[in-house]
Each structure stands twice: as C-alpha cells, then as structure tokens.
Nanobody, 122 residues
Framework: QVQLVESGGGLVQPGGSLRLSCVVSGRTSSMTVMAWFRQVPGPEREFVARTTWGSDWKYHAESVKGRFTISRDNAKNTVSLQMDRLKPEDSGVYYC???????????????WGQGTQVTVSS
C-alpha cells in the first residue's frame, strides 16, 4: 500500500513563499511520475507540476512557470514544491499524486495524499 503525506501549507501574504513537501512510503515502484495538483472552487483538480523519480525532467503549468519549482529527493522519498511570488489565485488545497503516466490529467494518477491548504491573502 502506498501512502503520500503532504505538509507545508498555510497562510501567506501575496508575494510571499511556501514550500510544500510530500513524503512517499510503501510500494513506490508503482509510481514513476510524481505530481502536484490543486483544488480550487470547481469540479476538477488543476495540474501544477510533475517530475519523475528517475530523472531531473520537470514540467510546470503555464500559470505557475517561473514562480513554482518541483523537486524530488530520492534518498528521502520526498517530492517538494517551492512556491514563490504567490498570488491570491494560487489559494486552494494542494495534493501530491503518484502514477505511471506523464500527464496533466488527474484521472491518470492512482495515489493521492490528503491535501494541504494554501491561502494567499493580505
């Protein structure tokens, strides 16, 4: 069984920074791709960024490119999301997800964390 546990969310002012972490345990071999999504008011989870355990390859959504950076630490089984120059529209619940397909479609990811709230407000 795979477990993903996020941490690092909170309240921050516009222009500020937060760093989210996702610790992965269990059968990590079933997840070659790790991603971050966010849930804002609406029916679908929005793709934020993804990476893989086996390379330095990264892909970020246009809405966060240049402000957010995804990274992973294989030794610690951890995937992180550094978020800088945060905007109010970045507010939402952020989820860590694992899967086998390099896609922005949330339906392709099999494992999910419980989510962590990020609020950007003055």
């Amino acid at each position: 069984q795979v477990q993903l546990v996020e941490s690092g969310g909170g309240l921050v002012q516009p222009g500020g920074s937060l760093r989210l972490s996702c610790v992965v345990s269990g059968r990590t071999s079933s997840m070659t791709v790790m991603a971050w999504f966010r849930q804002v008011p609406g029916p679908e989870r929005e793709f934020v960024a993804r990476t893989t355990w086996g390379s330095d390859w990264k892909y970020h959504a246009e809405s966060v490119k240049g402000r957010f950076t995804i990274s992973r630490d294989n030794a610690k089984n951890t995937v992180s999301l550094q978020m800088d120059r945060l905007k109010p529209e970045d507010s939402g619940v952020y989820y860590c997800a694992g899967g086998k397909q390099a896609t922005t479609d949330a339906r392709a990811y099999d494992s999910w964390g419980q989510g962590t709230q990020v609020t950007v407000s003055s």
